[in-house]
T-cell receptor, first 113, second 113 residues
Framework: EPEVTQTPSHQVTQMGQEVILRCVPISNHLYFYWYRQILGQKVEFLVSFYNNEISEKSEIFDDQFSVERPDGSNFTLKIRSTKLEDSAMYFC???????????FGSGTRLTVV | GENVEQHPSTLSVQEGDSAVIKCTYSDSASNYFPWYKQELGKRPQLIIDIRSNVGEKKDQRIAVTLNKTAKHFSLHITETQPEDSAVYFCAPSGQGGSEKLVFGKGMKLTVNP
């Protein structure tokens, strides 16, 4: 079964540092998403991306966040200056059809110290 | 914005029993109703979904029923097994044409052998 791949699985960074979280969506999927889950809480939407553009973003996705699809396979989330409250599990997801049948990656646990 | 509630928040059953989890949502424009299973430290995994033009869908021991009038949908698991123990999230989408999933807070199911 095709998978969404995320790297690294765990990242520890100092407050104020930049981090880039990487994702390889399923190859024939066209819609890409980032979600995050603070420990013990529900999953929250960050951003959706299609045709090299952000199609929707949440209030969490402020100017410190950006996304990019630098080549035909990778999809990245950058946090410019990390804060303690950015500590969470970040999930990438992709879908073949807009808004349906998401497949989530295994996540990157980001710890900001 | 969409308000999503799950009940109960925890449920403990004996192996072989049935389990039902209810999800209520506030936005009548929601048109896609998935259920995700998340084991500890792992990704949310889509287990069943239903679209707004269908009232019920079944896949082996799992079924989802939708009541659009009352704005709720439910996950039914029959003949529960210990490996069904996990957190289950509902995540309706489609509000205002949005593709984002709006997750509930989750329900922790424990199946006792």
């Amino acid at each position: 079964e095709p998978e969404v791949t995320q790297t690294p699985s765990h990242q520890v960074t100092q407050m104020g540092q930049e981090v880039i979280l990487r994702c390889v969506p399923i190859s024939n999927h066209l819609y890409f998403y980032w979600y995050r889950q603070i420990l013990g809480q529900k999953v929250e939407f960050l951003v959706s991306f299609y045709n090299n553009e952000i199609s929707e973003k949440s209030e969490i996705f402020d100017d410190q966040f950006s996304v990019e699809r630098p080549d035909g396979s990778n999809f990245t989330l950058k946090i410019r200056s990390t804060k303690l409250e950015d500590s969470a599990m970040y999930f990438c997801a992709s879908s073949e059809v807009r808004g349906y049948g998401y497949t989530f990656g295994s996540g990157t646990r980001l710890t900001v110290v | 914005g969409e308000n999503v509630e799950q009940h109960p928040s925890t449920l403990s059953v004996q192996e072989g029993d049935s389990a039902v989890i209810k999800c209520t949502y506030s936005d009548s424009a929601s048109n896609y109703f998935p259920w995700y299973k998340q084991e500890l430290g792992k990704r949310p995994q889509l287990i069943i979904d239903i679209r707004s033009n269908v009232g019920e869908k079944k896949d082996q021991r799992i079924a989802v029923t939708l009541n659009k009038t009352a704005k709720h949908f439910s996950l039914h698991i029959t003949e529960t097994q210990p490996e069904d123990s996990a957190v289950y999230f509902c995540a309706p989408s489609g509000q205002g044409g949005s593709e984002k999933l709006v997750f509930g807070k989750g329900m922790k199911l424990t199946v006792n052998p």
